[in-house]
């Protein structure tokens, strides 16, 4: 079955510091969307990627989907307190509706 | 706009119990999602309706677990007898038509089988 991995599974920051986790699928995906959840809380939608190559920013967060869409990144430059959490990307096969999510990263960080 | 209505918050309960968990979508969304989170585990998906039907069960661990939604605003998942090894953080999903559309979770279910 499609496996979508996360590497690292846990990173430690001090503030300021960047931040990025890499998404890795063993399948070829339409599109990639990334989700954040805050300790104790649910996953939220952040941001969906569907062409080759594309970048997308969001303030201090970039998104990169891999020019075979098969991999995808998310970097934080200058990481803030506000940031700890886990990020999952969940990749989607063609049209179905059913999302894979990847293993997750942790983030901590401290002052 | 209310969100995705999960209930109970949390549940604690003797194994060999039914347990039953609740889910209202967002209204005018067609898809539902029944999903399972453990640290050991990750978060994992169970179920997913579409239009009120189901589409793919290949995630529902054993025939303890089942899961219905009888309309468009209400689904349930049952364990059926419970196990220690259930217990885990159950979220339910909704999203809008179109494969392109995010998925809204619940806040979950915090089940604990004792």
């Known amino acids: 079955g499609q496996q979508v991995m996360q590497i690292p599974q846990y990173q430690h920051v001090q503030e300021g510091e960047d931040f990025t986790t890499y998404c890795n699928s063993s399948?070829?995906?339409?599109?990639i969307q990334w989700y954040k959840q805050r300790p104790g809380g649910h996953p939220v939608f952040l941001i969906q990627?569907?062409?080759?190559?594309g970048v997308k920013k969001q303030k201090r967060l970039t998104f990169q989907f891999g020019e075979a869409k098969k991999n995808s990144s998310l970097h934080i430059t200058a990481t803030q307190t506000t940031d700890v959490g886990t990020y999952f990307c969940?990749?989607?096969?063609?049209?179905?509706?059913?999302?894979?999510f990847g293993t997750g990263t942790r983030l901590q960080v401290t002052l | 706009d209310a969100g995705v209505i999960q209930s109970p918050r949390h549940e604690v309960t003797e194994m060999g119990q039914e347990v039953t968990l609740r889910c209202k979508p967002i209204?005018?969304?067609?898809?539902l999602f029944w999903y399972r989170q453990t640290m050991m585990r990750g978060l994992e998906l169970l179920i997913y309706?579409?239009?009120?039907?189901?589409?793919?069960d290949s995630g529902m661990p054993e025939d303890r677990f089942s899961a219905k939604m009888p309309n468009a605003s209400f689904s349930t998942l049952k364990i059926q007898p419970s196990e220690p090894r259930d217990s885990a953080v159950y979220f339910c999903?909704?999203?809008?038509?179109?494969?392109?559309?995010?998925?809204?979770f619940g806040d979950g279910t915090r089940l604990s089988i004792l």
């Open positions: 999903a909704s999203k809008a038509v179109g494969g392109n559309q995010p998925q809204h």
């Open positions: 990627l569907v062409k080759s190559g």
């Open positions: 309706f579409n239009n009120n039907v189901p589409i793919d």
């Open positions: 209204s005018g969304h067609n898809s």
């Open positions: 969940a990749g989607l096969r063609g049209t179905a509706s059913k999302l894979t």
């Open positions: 399948t070829t995906l339409s599109n």
